[in-house]
Nanobody
Framework: QVQLVESGGGSVQAGGSLRLSCAVSGYAYSANCMAWFRQAPGKEREGVASIYPGGSSTWYADSVKGRFTISQDNAKNTMYLQMNSLKPEDTAMYFC???????????????????WGQGTQVTVSS
């Protein structure tokens, strides 16, 4: 059974940093796209960042480019999201997700991902 467990969320002031972690168990972690999505109250879930198996390629939403960095540690079966220069609009529940690559890409489309964690809350105050 696939299990994704997020951690690292919390409350921070604007301009601050947080690092989210996603621990993966139950399947071939290194063969799957891994991604972070977020959902704010009253808004649709949106893709934040994704990483290709082995880490050779990454994708980012325009709103986080230059501020967030996705990475993975295959030895630990763990994915990370380093979030710097946080803004109040980054406030949301953050979810990690896993899925198979599509045409050698890991795009930020939620329907491409079939395993999801329970989420970790990130709150950024102004």
């Amino acid at each position: 059974q696939v299990q994704l467990v997020e951690s690292g969320g919390g409350s921070v002031q604007a301009g601050g940093s947080l690092r989210l972690s996603c621990a993966v168990s139950g399947y071939a972690y290194s063969a799957n796209c891994m991604a972070w999505f977020r959902q704010a109250p009253g808004k649709e879930r949106e893709g934040v960042a994704s990483i290709y198996p082995g880490g050779s390629s990454t994708w980012y939403a325009d709103s986080v480019k230059g501020r967030f960095t996705i990475s993975q540690d295959n030895a630990k079966n763990t994915m990370y999201l380093q979030m710097n220069s946080l803004k109040p609009e980054d406030t949301a529940m953050y979810f990690c997700a896993a899925g198979s690559p599509r045409r050698w890409s890991c795009l930020l489309r939620s329907h491409d991902y079939n395993s999801w964690g329970q989420g970790t809350q990130v709150t950024v105050s102004s």
